[in-house]
């Protein structure tokens, strides 16, 4: 009945990711245990942890959590279950300690705890709180959100934890189109023209201006579905395929005037996922509070005696360290060193140019922007206060996607010395911006925009992005569609060849294999007429194609191949992958195998890929890959080869090669 029924006994950190001032804490308690009963308690929180962890788009992110269980003993089991005429309940009266009770605002199941108690007791135990959880030990089933999230065990326990959890941690609204039930409620013709503060909900049906327009493709009908009488909820079953986002009528507790965005979601029915709507606004709400972890690797070099390599660290700094053929410029002779920053997000790549004078580096911000910072010569330091976005702080009108690829490449070494720069935003449109040195040319002087008037076919998620510049004039960027099948598009300074005076294609006729998820991609130009393309198949074989400007050699006139006759070892998944050509007839490709080893092939007119099988690119791995590691690979000369990858004991691993010196012949090490 109140406080006096019951005791806060302690509490447990289960789940520990860091510390809380760095973390998404979830509290959860409970209520209706007594204390002979704690350590079901312990086994329930567990069971719902276990569920709620290994489900999207949590499992995405779950070094952003930290989990505690606080054990709260009550003189009662149960909740109370009031016998009023709107509930039948069974009259049963429970002393716990945040008073438990089913019948909340008269609907049977909206099962409440006095929530300012609730908040309290969180506030002592984990201050820096994030969401605060109940499960009340009764097997009716019932629930609620508001500023706790209270659940049963009834049979749906976990499914109706992650209901109220989305509520009350992401301001998220139930789908469902009544309040008491179907042909219950004779108040729930229409509703009211507010737009709704959840992200969930609207009253907009119209594609240019309603809220997730961006998720909706141009074929898709708007509205979707509509009611076609008010006064009931809509019979019709999903008129289109299962996962298609759109507006369809009937949300919010309304028949009509009330869209959600698929036909289905698990906040509108449990035991189905959430739609795409939700697990964006979870994931963006947690995102921020991912560990970083060093998964991209950026290596450049900018004389044929220097080497300089970039990663994000897992203590949220962006990390450089160099190697110089000069006395004392080995890898171990000096220590590495954190750039001046600003928002690094959690799972940033990083990317870099090298021009014979300037040092580029990019990455993703928290905030939703590419950032940049640069060292010059003479003395080479990295701008201290000058990090900056690569367009005007208000021109990000679409925010780069969590973790997107990004792309950067030089084309010419004239006095303008362009950079341009290529990510994937939140519309799964790739965007680019461009700097110069001609008046008018800085990131500031002009808006980021995408590199197509249209993408028919959106890229994939997380794809990987490579962009090349075969010639000075000349542009052409790739990535992996969400067809399973590898795009292009291209730029050239001449007339009618911008970005949007054509439209992006598939880079061969057919894929007989399709690209793995979220493959990485690496595009080399040997020299000025010709390309290579690369990236991991869906059967873990690396898979290229080409295109040269000589007659019948097109994209189109022959067909992607696996770049070896066998993989003894499959490649890891969602691998990287780099590309080189250390001249102009030789090619070397480098991934990451399912056996923890970097492996690669290589070709040149003599020896074709299919000449010689893979093979790891060191003597000995004493730590695997990191899963997801980027891997980059550089040719200071054109007799030595230089790999990166991400380890995963967080630190960044090298090999090297030259003609006297095999890979085999020495093992791996960090730098």
């Given at each position: ?152 065990l009834a049979d749906r326990a976990t499914e ?100 959600r965005p698929q036909f289905t979601c698990r906040m509108r029915a449990l035991r ?400």
């Amino acid at each position: 009945m109140s406080t006096v029924d019951g005791a806060v006994i302690g509490t447990t950190k289960i789940i520990d990711n860091g510390p809380a001032s760095a973390r998404w804490n979830l509290v959860i308690m409970g209520d209706g245990y007594k204390n002979t009963q704690l350590g079901q308690f312990a086994n329930d929180v567990r069971s719902f942890v276990n569920n709620f962890l290994g489900s999207g788009p949590f499992n995405r992110v779950p070094t952003a959590i930290n989990v505690y269980r606080v054990d709260v003993a009550s003189t009662d089991s149960g909740a109370d279950d009031p016998a009023t005429p709107t509930c039948e309940g069974t009259g049963a009266v429970a002393r716990t300690y945040f008073d438990a009770s089913f019948c909340g605002d008269g609907l049977p199941h909206l099962l409440v705890v006095k929530s300012r108690t609730a908040l309290a007791v969180a506030g002592n135990q984990v201050p820096e709180w994030n969401l605060v959880m109940v499960i009340v030990n009764t097997t009716k089933y019932g629930g609620s959100g508001g500023s706790v999230a209270v659940f049963s065990l009834a049979d749906r326990a976990t499914e109706i934890g992650l209901h109220e959890m989305c509520h009350t941690a992401f301001g998220l609204g139930d789908e469902y189109e009544f309040y008491r039930g179907c042909g219950r409620d004779t108040d729930r013709d229409r509703h009211p023209p507010i737009e709704p503060c959840e992200a969930n909900i609207t009253i907009d049906g119209n594609r240019t201006t309603n809220k997730w327009r961006d998720l909706i493709a141009a074929n898709t009908r708007m509205p979707t579905t509509q009611n076609a009488d008010c006064r009931f909820c809509d019979p019709q079953p999903n008129p289109v395929g299962a996962g298609t986002v759109g507006a369809f009528e009937g949300a919010h507790y309304y028949h009509c005037k009330a869209y959600r965005p698929q036909f289905t979601c698990r906040m509108r029915a449990l035991r189905n996922p959430w739609c795409a709507v939700c697990e964006r606004r979870i994931y963006q709400t947690l995102a921020p509070y991912v560990k970083p972890v060093v998964k991209r690797v950026a290596a450049v070099t900018r004389n044929s005696g220097r080497l300089d390599a970039f990663w994000a660290g897992r203590d949220a700094k962006l990390w450089t360290n160099w190697w110089d053929q000069a006395p004392g410029g080995g890898w171990k002779e000096h220590s590495p060193i954190d750039i001046p920053i600003r928002f690094l997000a959690p799972e940033t790549s990083v990317a870099a140019v090298a021009q014979k004078d300037r040092l580029d580096v990019f990455w993703e911000g928290r905030d939703g922007k590419i950032f940049n910072n640069w060292a010059q010569a003479p003395g080479w330091k990295w701008k201290p206060l000058m990090p900056v976005p690569i367009a005007h702080e208000l021109d990000f009108t679409v925010p780069p996607a969590p973790g997107t690829s990004i792309a950067a490449v030089v084309r010419t070494t004239d006095n303008w010395r362009p950079v341009d720069v290529f990510w994937t935003g939140t519309d799964c449109q790739i965007w680019s911006n461009r700097r110069t040195e001609a008046p008018g040319g800085d990131w500031s002087d002009h808006a980021p925009f995408p590199i197509a008037a249209e993408f028919s076919t959106l890229p994939a998620e997380r794809t990987g992005i490579a962009a090349v510049s075969r010639h000075s004039n000349r542009l052409d960027v790739f990535w992996a569609g969400s067809d399973g099948q590898i795009w292009s598009t291209w730029w050239e300074q001449a007339p009618d060849m911008g970005w949007r005076d054509h439209f992006p294609f598939p880079i061969a006729r057919a894929f007989s294999t399709l690209a793995a998820q979220r493959t990485g991609i690496a595009a080399v130009a040997r020299n000025s007429n010709h390309l290579d393309v690369f990236w991991a198949g869906s059967d873990g074989q690396i898979w290229s194609t080409w295109w040269d400007r000589a007659p019948d050699m097109g994209w189109r006139d022959h067909f992607p191949f696996p770049i070896a006759r066998a993989f003894s070892t499959l490649a890891a998944e969602r691998t990287g992958i780099a590309a080189v050509a250390r001249t102009s007839n030789h090619l070397d490709v480098f991934w990451a195998g399912r056996d923890g080893k970097i492996w690669t092939n290589w070709w040149t007119p003599g020896n074709d890929w299919k000449d010689h099988p893979p093979r790891p690119i060191a003597s000995q791995f004493s730590v695997p890959p990191a899963p997801d590691t980027g891997i980059a690979a550089v040719a200071r000369t054109s007799g030595n080869l230089d790999v990166f990858w991400t380890g995963t004991d967080g630190n960044v691993w090298t090999n090297w090669w030259t003609p006297g010196d095999d890979w085999k012949d020495h093992p791996a090490f960090t730098i």
